[in-house]
Nanobody, 120 residues
Framework: QVHVVESGGGLVQPGGSLRLSCTASGNIFSISFMGWYRQAPGMQREWVAHSTDGAAIAYADSVKGRFTISRDNAKNTAYLQMNSLKPEDTAVYYC??????????????WGQGTQVTVSS
């Protein structure tokens, strides 16, 4: 069993910053990838950024230059540093991680989400 927990959401004014954290725990041999998605009210969940164990990093165009994803592999933790936040960044942010078993299989897990609200 693997648990994925996000934290760090909250209310911030436009132009402000927040840092989200995502930690995976449980029966983990290694982490294949960690990524962030978000879902605004009435909208589909959209991909924001991801980081693979091969150190490949990618961002959605809407956040490029403002958001930075990083990982602490020793802690099975990923971070999303969000700067220059805009009202349109308001959403529930979800962590998605691929956990590799000792047999080499990769299973996908989601966290419960953390709310980010950008408003004056």
């Amino acid at each position: 069993q693997v648990h994925v927990v996000e934290s760090g959401g909250g209310l911030v004014q436009p132009g402000g910053s927040l840092r989200l954290s995502c930690t995976a725990s449980g029966n983990i041999f290694s982490i294949s990838f960690m990524g962030w998605y978000r879902q605004a009210p009435g909208m589909q969940r959209e991909w924001v950024a991801h980081s693979t164990d091969g150190a490949a990093i990618a961002y959605a165009d809407s956040v490029k230059g403002r958001f930075t994803i990083s990982r602490d592999n020793a802690k099975n933790t990923a971070y999303l540093q969000m700067n220059s936040l805009k009202p349109e960044d308001t959403a529930v942010y979800y962590c998605n991680t691929g956990v590799r078993t000792i047999g080499g299989q990769i299973y996908n897990y989601w966290g419960q989400g953390t709310q980010v609200t950008v408003s004056s």
